[in-house]
């Protein structure tokens, strides 16, 4: 058994850093938080370090030009990263701006579980670039032990809480059904059809169980061929029917997942680890 | 025992990768500043999940998806009812308005939830401060579509695909 990405090429590792603040970037440029700022502010809850803040600097934050600052300054800072050396000198104040628009966005809504990977990934992309050891390449590796160990946390808790009793209800077609009824960003709601279509129902109940224990054992890919084979896919699957079913993208999850399990590194192809 | 239970299976896998060679060896090679950013960040997740930390040590939260059993005679889910000005009675999609939100996420129809479903505030106060901010944010990107009034309602449809009923949770006449 080898170890994926144990000795990735920096270009490789370029490619995952560029990765982790890329989405953060396209993010940033692209989603207007700045419009949150018309929400009252009574309904403004801010998780973590945010909250210890005195009131009057927490309506300052979630004001529209301070929104736009922060917007602004987070996207230059993750431009500089895509590069070692932005990485190495902006790469942690680049995370801290990125926490805040996180927190700021978190305060209005609940917490966003698809985000915070990505969160984490570009801290250790941070770390990675400051302290670099010539010739080692370490960030891969971490970005996807992090990743997969949110999987393992997510299905632990399903099979020790939910037990059998929850893989055999028919609770995956009530919340299938109940998702794709909201009227949300995307309106694909597959889910629908799943009170009429009994064969879909029973692909749902079928594929709950084998896609948590894919989960349970995710961080395995990384030392296991024949499991990676396995678990990347249902993992990747997942994602995509959940997306379908119920109109959920964990789209930032399933970008890392296709850098760091489908795109090859070619110093690893070279050594036949991929 | 359920908590014994999850403890043991994440114990198991993360045993299991850190016991193999290559990740020994490859923890031997990595500088040590950096294994001590991972290892916090690893503690971190697990520490702020096993706690069910909701947001106060934030990014570690309580990682639960999915993980009690459900199941229901109806259907609830909310829907943002608009009418404008001119009379045009239409569904708002409220993760348009606010991407941050709602961008493949649940993020504000749970807010939503939480103040609609709110047993204490009979009145729902936030739920009408909540539309009335999702009006504005509305009315800005659609200066042409002045917005009469905005509501809130609780769409009910029975497992069984018949037919559905709403009900009216919040609603606020705009000036």
């Known amino acids: 058994m080898t170890l994926l990405h144990e000795q990735p090429s920096e270009r490789y590792a370029s490619l995952v850093r560029g990765t982790a603040f890329g989405t953060w970037l396209v993010k940033l440029a692209f989603e207007p938080v700045q419009r949150l700022a018309v929400l009252p502010d009574e309904l403004f809850a801010p998780p973590g370090p945010l909250a210890w803040l005195p009131a009057a600097t927490q309506h300052a934050l979630i004001g529209e030009t301070s929104l736009c600052a922060l917007r602004i300054l987070g996207a230059l800072a993750c431009l500089a990263c895509l590069f070692e050396r932005g990485a190495r000198t902006l790469g942690l104040p680049a995370f801290l701006l990125i926490y805040m628009h996180e927190s700021v966005v978190r305060g209005y809504g609940h917490t966003n579980h698809a985000e915070i990977p990505a969160l984490l990934a570009v801290l250790i992309c941070a770390a990675g670039a400051t302290f670099r050891v010539p010739g080692k390449y370490p960030e891969p590796l971490a970005v996807a032990l992090v990743l997969l160990l949110t999987y393992t946390l997510t299905a632990a808790h399903r099979i020790a809480y939910g037990g059998l009793q929850l893989f055999l209800s028919d609770s995956i077609v009530y919340w299938s059904v109940h998702r794709a009824h909201f009227v949300d960003s995307w309106q694909l709601g597959l889910g629908e059809h799943a009170l009429s279509w009994p064969w879909f129902a029973r692909l749902l109940q079928v594929s709950f169980p084998v896609v948590t224990l894919c989960e349970l054992v995710a961080p395995l890919a990384l030392i296991s061929r024949r499991l990676r084979l396995v678990i990347v896919p249902g993992i990747l699957g997942f994602h995509v029917g959940v997306l379908v079913i119920m109109n959920i993208l964990f789209w930032q999850n399933a970008i890392l997942l296709v850098v760091l399990f489908l795109v090859p590194d070619p110093v690893a192809l070279r050594k036949g680890n991929v | ?175």
């Not at chain 2, 579509?145 to 009910?156: F, H, K, P, Q």
């Open chain 2, 1 to 175: 025992l359920r908590l014994v239970l999850e403890v043991i299976l994440i114990a198991c896998v993360l045993g299991v990768f850190a016991l193999r060679a290559s990740v020994r060896a490859w923890l031997a090679a990595t500088s040590r500043p950096f294994l001590v950013v991972c290892a916090i960040l690893l503690a971190g997740l697990v520490a702020g999940h096993l706690s069910r930390n909701r947001g106060k040590a934030f990014p570690f939260v309580y990682w639960y998806m999915y993980t009690q059993p459900e199941t229901a005679e109806v259907i609830e889910h909310l829907h943002i009812t608009a009418i404008t000005t001119r009379g045009e009675r239409f569904e708002l999609n409220g993760a348009h308005v606010f991407p941050s939100l709602g961008l493949g996420t649940f993020r504000l129809y749970s807010r939503l939830l939480g103040v609609a479903y709110d047993p204490l505030v009979a009145d729902k106060p936030d739920a009408r401060a909540l539309l009335r901010g999702i009006a504005l944010g509305y009315e800005r990107l659609h200066p042409e579509r002045r917005l009469g009034s905005i509501a809130l309602e609780m769409v009910t449809t029975p497992y069984t695909k018949a037919r559905y009923e709403r009900r009216v949770i919040a609603a606020v006449e705009l000036p």
